[in-house]
């Protein structure tokens, strides 16, 4: 039998225990709270307001004034970074030196361009979509968000309401191969790259939205099927892709050939 004494240290020691490990628990919960800040902010730097910003930057005050993220009212513990501070983190330090570039290993002010975790604090999912294994280099550093958002014009998006052909652009800065003027065009391209790619990230190669024939069977599935176009695809679908296997291999657009062969 246990001593009635005994019973009660060991109740206290557990008791004990559970109290240091809700410390730790507790402690580590604000070291990464401190981690999430630290990343996306300057040392020591407190936030101004978007009005002291735009005693200098009177430019890029105009642009913002328009943007999706000038509407955006950041709530709960980062309520205090709203405004410009919200992509470019506090701005005291950079203010207090009377502004200025960064100069290497000082930074005074963040610049998303260099820094994409600012924006992974409130798009969270887009992190993830980097982090597949195929996809855009940003987390490497070899390009940013803003090659193909404009975070402080009207529309951060990189096409507009009436037409996915303008959002092609901004591909066609990097893609020069994709954008002919092919002979023989693929109308595909018309609905934009999007339509079978994805641009953040995939887990297919490529960043296809589909790896097999359903890529294209989306828009060529006829009533005839499996007849498509004049011929029937019945036994060619066993073979590969529609793109592999010699077939449709110039899937953006043709200079030879108007079923789209290279
Ligand atoms: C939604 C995020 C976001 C907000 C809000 C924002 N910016 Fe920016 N800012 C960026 C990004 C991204 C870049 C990098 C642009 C590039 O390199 O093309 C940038 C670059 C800059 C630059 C560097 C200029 C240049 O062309 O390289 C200045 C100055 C600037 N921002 C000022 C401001 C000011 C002032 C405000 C508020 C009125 C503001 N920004 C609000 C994302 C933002
Ligand atoms: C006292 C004037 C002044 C104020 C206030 C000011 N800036 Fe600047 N800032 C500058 C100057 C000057 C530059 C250098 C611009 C250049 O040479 O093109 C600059 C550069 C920047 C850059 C680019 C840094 C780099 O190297 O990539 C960003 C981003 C920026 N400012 C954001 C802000 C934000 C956000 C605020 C408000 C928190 C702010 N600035 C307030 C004067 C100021
Ligand atoms: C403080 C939170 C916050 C930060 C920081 C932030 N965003 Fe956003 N962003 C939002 C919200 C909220 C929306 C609107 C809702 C939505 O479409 O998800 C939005 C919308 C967008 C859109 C869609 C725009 C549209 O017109 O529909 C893009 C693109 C975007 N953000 C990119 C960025 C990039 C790139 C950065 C970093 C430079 C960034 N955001 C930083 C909160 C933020
Ligand atoms: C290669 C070009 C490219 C790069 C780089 C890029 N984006 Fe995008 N982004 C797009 C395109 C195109 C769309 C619209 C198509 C779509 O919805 O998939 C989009 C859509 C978005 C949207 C709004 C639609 C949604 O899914 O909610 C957000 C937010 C966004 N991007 C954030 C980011 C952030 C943050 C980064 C950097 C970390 C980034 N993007 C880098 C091209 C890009
Ligand atoms: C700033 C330059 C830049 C822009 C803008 C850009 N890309 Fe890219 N793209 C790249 C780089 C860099 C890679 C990676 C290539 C590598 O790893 O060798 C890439 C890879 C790709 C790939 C995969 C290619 C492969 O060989 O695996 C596709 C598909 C793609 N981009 C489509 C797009 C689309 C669609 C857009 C427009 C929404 C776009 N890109 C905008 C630079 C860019
Ligand atoms: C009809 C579907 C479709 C559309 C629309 C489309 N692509 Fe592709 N893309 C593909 C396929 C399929 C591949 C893979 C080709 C391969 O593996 O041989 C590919 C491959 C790529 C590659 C890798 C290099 C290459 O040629 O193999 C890049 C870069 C690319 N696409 C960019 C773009 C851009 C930029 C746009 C918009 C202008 C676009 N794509 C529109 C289907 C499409
Ligand atoms: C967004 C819809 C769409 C998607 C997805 C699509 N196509 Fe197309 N494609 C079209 C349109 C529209 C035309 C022109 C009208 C026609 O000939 O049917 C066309 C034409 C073609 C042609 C030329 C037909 C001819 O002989 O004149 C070929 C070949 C073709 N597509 C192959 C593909 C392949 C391969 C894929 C998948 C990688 C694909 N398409 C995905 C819409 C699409």
Known sequence: MVSKKAAKGFY???VFIFFMMGLFWGMASICQAADKG???????ATYVGVETCATCHEKEYKEYKL????????KGDEANAQGCEMCHGPGSVHVDNGGGLN?????TILNPRKHPEVCFTCHMDKKMEFRLPYHHPVLEGRM????????????????TATSMEDANEVCFKCHKDQRGPFPWEHQALRDGCTTCHKVHGAI???M???RDANLCLRCHIQTTFPKIGNSNHNVRLTQGTC????CHTAVHGSYFDRHLRE
Not at 67 to 74: A, D, K, L, P, Q
């Open 12 to 14: 206290r020691c557990f």
């Open 243 to 246: 793109w592999s296997t010699g």
């Open 103 to 107: 100069k290497p290993g000082q930074e």
């Open 208 to 210: 296809l939205v589909a």
């Open 204 to 206: 297919t190669d490529k």
């Open 38 to 44: 630290g990343a996306a902010s300057t040392v020591g």
């Open 67 to 74: 943007s999706t993220h000038s509407r955006i009212e950041v």
């Open 144 to 159: 940013s968000c803003a090659d193909c958002h404009n975070l402080h014009g009207s529309d951060s998006r990189p096409w």
